[in-house]
């Protein structure tokens, strides 16, 4: 995933009201931009971090500039616009980045299915083969206190509880069920649940692997000019 034009550099002030920031720009000016990202963003949103924002040129946006990156005082770069997370995962795997998902001849995004009304991430499918579906969640939670230790989730996450149980429903009828961890945090070594955060979504997850449920976790290089997953970690 490139972008065109490159990112550009800012300063970060304050993050609120869960969409909005402000920031300095490298001309000194204060502004306001807009922030993809409705979790508690620990530790990716410290004011004096630099801010990579995007531009666009939409004229009906009340807020052209949107934050993609936070490069962090300890120099972590991270990825805190979360709508790129999907279209990052659909592109590894079509450009066959992803060997666990390779052997499939068609890729849906946003398809209905569950028994609570969801929506998959990704539908994988072929002939011969069980469907494969596939949840994305997007990594950026670092505890500073333990060396490249990543959690997920940042905050309690009722919606993430509601996929684990419609997964563990797919891998109970045969079907193929992955939950990808999109990780986006340079300092980032593994992955593991939230149990401090979400005990919930802690249990669910431990009966979503006992039912099937497959987890991948592949870290992302972050640039100004790209984001492409490339590392694959573990899951401990």
């Not at 550009?8 to 922030?35: N, P, S, W």
């Not at 990202?37 to 630099?50: K, R, S, Y």
């Not at 969801?118 to 494969?132: G, T, V």
């Not at 060396?147 to 509601?162: E, L, S």
Request: glycine share 6%; aromatic share 8%.
């Amino acid at each position: 995933m490139h972008f065109k034009p490159e990112l550009e550099r800012a300063i970060l002030r304050q993050r609120y009201k869960r969409f909005l920031a402000d920031v300095t720009l490298a001309d000194g000016t204060l502004t306001t931009i807009h922030c993809a990202n409705t979790g508690a963003m620990t530790g990716c949103a410290t004011p004096g971090d630099t801010v990579w924002y995007s531009r666009s040129d939409n004229l009906k946006r009340k807020y052209p500039l949107s934050w993609e990156l936070t490069e962090t005082a300890r120099g972590d770069t991270i990825c805190v616009n979360t709508a790129r997370a999907n279209p990052l995962v659909v592109e590894a795997i079509n450009a066959e980045q992803i060997p666990e998902l390779m052997g499939y001849d068609q890729l849906r995004t946003e398809v209905k299915y569950g028994e609570e009304n969801s929506r998959i991430d990704i539908l994988l499918s072929a002939k011969h083969k069980p469907a494969c579906y596939i949840e994305v969640k997007s990594v950026t939670l670092l505890d500073a206190e333990k060396h490249g230790q990543g959690y997920f989730p940042d905050a309690v996450t009722t919606r993430g509880q509601k996929h684990l149980r419609e997964l563990t429903e797919m891998a109970s009828n045969g079907c193929r069920a992955v939950l990808f961890f999109a990780v986006l945090h340079t300092g980032i070594e593994n992955v593991s649940a939230a149990h401090h955060i979400d005990a919930e979504y802690s249990q669910l997850l431990k009966k979503a692997q006992q039912a099937g449920v497959e987890i991948l976790c592949y870290k992302a290089t972050l640039t100004r000019n790209q984001i492409k997953l490339e590392q694959k970690l573990p899951f401990i």
